[in-house]
């Protein structure tokens, strides 16, 4: 018994080890969010990067969409931002993002006044001049964020921050702003990649298929 119990735990221990690993590069992304929002509004996004390597994150440059326009930014200690046509850079001024860490850059765009599909850009550089290009499309190993730009209500497209039913005016109130992120902070945790499930149910299957081998030899 003991013997057919070693087999297992050897064949599973690789198997777990690749599924751990695959899920961590799946979900290691850089995003921006909201996934929607609405045509013509004044929305305030969250760039999330996190690091891949052992190695500092030191700069991050996102494009900003065609039909989109980049309005603001919320400065963020550490970090210097350009703005050069649709390009904005966060350059850091001190360590930038560490192993293990992620940062959140926030800013403001406005929409395109007419429904469509926007994608973000966003390329990320390392401390050893390495770079990683998030630009391919769903699916595949670096894909972009895509925001979906739905028709707003009573087809306005108002002056307005955000999808999430705030103020109208040309002012935001700090509880607005908690308000915004703490929603799309919400959206961001609730993401889990397909990939991931996919993946998980490949080892199951390979750590039952392993069992039933073992199961047969022993018999035999």
Known sequence: ???????????????????????????AHVTVAPAESATGAWETYTLKVPSEKDI??????LRIPEGAAFKQFEPTPGWEVTVEGNKVS?????????????????FTA???????????????????????????????ETPHSVTAII??????????????GTSGSDTMTMDEHNQIMAEQ???ESAKISPLVYIALGISLLAFLLSVVGVLRGRKE
């Open 90 to 106: 966060w350059k850091a001024t001190g360590e930038g993002i560490l192993a293990g860490q992620f940062q959140r850059f926030y």
């Open 56 to 61: 500092a994150t030191v700069q991050v440059d």
């Open 151 to 164: 028709e707003a209500a009573g087809g306005s497209g108002g002056h307005s921050h955000g999808s999430s």
């Open 110 to 140: 406005q929409n395109p006044a007419e429904a469509s599909e926007i994608a973000w850009d966003a390329y990320q550089h390392y401390a050893d001049g390495s770079k990683v290009e998030w630009s391919g499309e769903e699916g595949s």
């Open 185 to 187: 902070g919400d959206g």
């Open 1 to 27: 018994m003991m013997k057919m119990l070693r087999k297992i735990i050897t064949m599973t221990v690789p198997l777990t080890a690749a599924f751990m690993l695959f899920a961590a590069v799946a979900s």
